[in-house]
């Protein structure tokens, strides 16, 4: 690889680049790509569907000029589905890939990659995400990889629900404790290991000691959306938005309407919450009442972020970064987070244009003050637009992934 500029890149995601979707993955991969075409030549190898949207943004790729290898599935019916939950189930009591990986595994994908790198030449092959860590890549080109959230070892977590929770319980914890080995299986293919925060820096190298020195720190970027003026906000109006099959997520959800609203609506009574995302669970949807909306999936989340005063993200568990914090700071919204959602924000030791508070008590003092000064709120989002427009766009994103392609350079 002759230097960075100009590179020919294949690109591998576990589903297509979506500037607008339901979950962070897909507008986080859109920035990084377009990022990188911005000064390089970058094919795409992806899989995409059940959901038809996906193959729409497929299609909306290629139209933009984006050369595009996707595996399409879509959804099985009759003895296809059963046939498919057999393939599945199968493949994860063979016991040595968690769920996630058996779901976007797809031969498909093998071919695609064998037959693009065999038909042109690349000098550097970019995977994003753990689900595409399992396949096969050729050791001669240069390969950097992007953990998206490391999962450290931890305890059993043992069931506290009614004995019909256990079996499910009892799954899902066995799945929990395959991934360090699983990580640690693929982290060894790659040649530079890219994450998102200090944090899961040190859980990765403290994971796999003797891969330390491949191990880079970049925050990701995202785009900017149109800036609105602060009239198109509506008065004491919280948002949270969120994937919630992402446990983290429905953990934020829980705590802040069940702990943190009370609080908030004890000095603003005619505060309103809304809570945005896919497949909330019922503990979740169970929140909704005269002081909060649960709305589920929608088609386009810009609206909620203009419409919203404050964004509230009270992250208190997981790794990476959080997407819905950097959105939020994109829209020219306040937001108040936790350290943990703070957390890969932070360059330089600048302060951050946020509030930031780690109890129930500090989250709603620091929303009530916010929702209460108008000048104070809009002055905080007008600074954290800007100050993701200078260290989180997609052209700084992309400045920081050369900075490591530049260290697989031959001297």
Sequence with gaps: MAGCDGLNILMVTPMPP?????????????????????????????????????????QALIADGVPVKAALRTEPHGSARWRRRWRFSTQWLKGQWPWRTVWFWDAQVQRLL???????????IQIEDNAMGVYEYPAAIPKVFTEHEVRRPRRVAWPKGAASSWPGWALSEADWQRWPDY??????????????????????????????????????????????????????????????????????????????????????????????????PPEVQSLAGDHITVTGPVADIGPYFRRASVCVAPVRIGGGMR????????????????????????????????????DAEGIARAAVDLLADDGRRHALGQAARTYVAEHFSPQAYTTRQEAIYAELSPP
Aim: hydrophobic share 45%; charged share 20%.
């Design 18 to 58: 979506r500037a607008q979707a339901p979950g962070a993955i897909p507008v986080v991969l859109h920035a990084q790509l377009q990022g990188l075409r911005l000064r390089h030549a970058v094919t795409l190898v992806t899989v995409a569907g059940p959901d038809p949207d996906e193959a729409e943004a497929v």
């Design 114 to 124: 064998e037959a693009e790198l065999h038909s042109r030449r690349y000098d550097l």
């Design 183 to 280: 990580q640690r299986r693929v982290w060894q293919k790659f040649d530079r290991l890219q994450v998102f925060t200090q944090r899961d820096a040190e859980s990765l190298k403290g994971m796999a000691p003797d891969l330390a020195g491949r191990v880079r720190v970049n925050p990701f970027g995202i785009e900017l959306p149109p800036l609105d003026q602060p009239e198109a906000e509506a008065a004491d109006q919280l948002l949270f938005i969120g994937n919630f099959t992402h446990p983290p997520n429905a953990d934020a959800a829980l705590w802040l309407g069940q702990a943190i609203l009370p609080r908030v609506q004890a000095q603003r009574p005619k505060v309103h919450l809304t809570l945005v995302g896919i497949l909330p």
């Design 323 to 358: 997407t819905k914090v950097l959105q939020a700071m994109a829209y020219g919204k306040a937001v108040v987070t936790t350290t943990r959602g703070a957390e890969g924000l932070s360059l330089g030791g600048i302060q951050l244009p946020l509030a930031t508070a780690d």
